[in-house]
C-alpha cells in the first residue's frame, strides 16, 4: 500500500507500514438491556493511528444486530446501538472486539 500527501510526497509505502493488534477482548451486552456503551483502555491508538472492529463469535439469530465501536483518543468504545440513529434498537450478546494500532 502506498499513500501520498497533499503535497504529492510519498507518506506511507509497503517498506515502512506496520499494524498490530493493540487489543483483543469479548464484549458482552445482556439480553433486554438499555441503550448503553462499555470503554476499553489502549494506550497510543487514537483515530489517526488505529481501527477498531467488532466480530459475532458464533451464530446469531436474525433479531440480533452488530455492535458499534468508536476509536478515542487511548479508548475504544463499543455500543451495543447505532448512536447516529435515535430510533434503533439494542443488540445483545458477545462479540469479539480487535483493536489494531498502525505506523
Known amino acids: 500500500m502506498r499513500v501520498w500527501g ?6 506511507l509505502d509497503e517498506n515502512s507500514f506496520t499494524i498490530r493488534v493493540a487489543l483483543s477482548i469479548l464484549v458482552t451486552f445482556p439480553v433486554g438491556g438499555n441503550k448503553s ?10 483515530p489517526g493511528n488505529g481501527s477498531a472492529i467488532v466480530v459475532p463469535i458464533g451464530a446469531y439469530s436474525d433479531s440480533q ?19 447516529g440513529f435515535a ?8 462479540m469479539r472486539l480487535i483493536v489494531m494500532r498502525f505506523s
Open 65 to 83: 444486530m452488530q455492535f458499534e465501536t468508536e476509536l478515542l483518543d487511548n479508548v475504544v468504545r463499543v455500543y451495543n446501538h447505532t448512536r
Open 37 to 46: 456503551n462499555q470503554d476499553f483502555s489502549v494506550p497510543g491508538v487514537g
Open 6 to 11: 497533499a503535497d504529492g510526497g510519498l507518506q
Open 87 to 94: 430510533a434503533s434498537t439494542t443488540a445483545s450478546g458477545t
